[in-house]
């Protein structure tokens, strides 16, 4: 399996998950792309670095752990004082999306388990945007071909 593997089957996952009108983007799709501009709803599929969790003493298998945030963004039009709770309201179905269709996914290869929900970072509110992160770890068998 490719090392990026994962990222592919997430955006495909999540694009015919999700409801229509929401774009999937990664960072590459984000590169670029002026803020103000930026389509929402969307999702933000970024990934987030690995760890090693074992290797052989031969180096030629490895069990890592790779982090993936899930970025759920919405723009909302209220003015700055109810932005927080107008955010809150259009963001929260998106996040229960993404949340039933990752929440224990598994990427098509026998070499990785289900997604875990793990801690992401705080939510931002960059008026107009609110962007809600939720985090997702895939352990990952990777062998060198031989």
Excluded at 66 to 89: I, N, P, T, Y
Excluded at 99 to 107: A, I, N, P, V, Y
Excluded at 114 to 134: D, E, G, I, K, S
Aim: hydrophobic share 45%.
């Amino acid at each position: 399996m490719s090392f990026f593997a994962v990222r592919a089957a997430l955006v495909d996952t999540l694009r015919a998950a999700l409801p229509a009108g929401t774009r999937v983007l990664t960072a590459d799709d984000l590169d670029g792309v002026d803020e103000a501009k930026q389509p929402t709803p969307a999702v933000h599929v970024i990934y987030s670095g690995f760890r090693v969790l074992e290797t052989t003493r031969a180096g030629r298998t490895a069990i890592i752990e790779q982090d993936w945030l899930v970025v759920a963004v919405v723009k909302h039009a209220g003015d700055r004082a109810k932005a927080s709770a107008e955010a809150g309201e259009r963001v929260e179905p998106l996040v229960q999306a993404v949340l039933d269709t990752l929440m224990g996914w598994r990427h098509d290869s026998t070499r990785m388990q289900p997604l875990t929900l793990a801690a992401p970072p705080a939510p931002v509110a960059r008026y107009p945007f609110y962007y809600f992160p939720l985090a997702f770890s895939a352990t990952v068998a990777l062998e060198r071909p031989r």
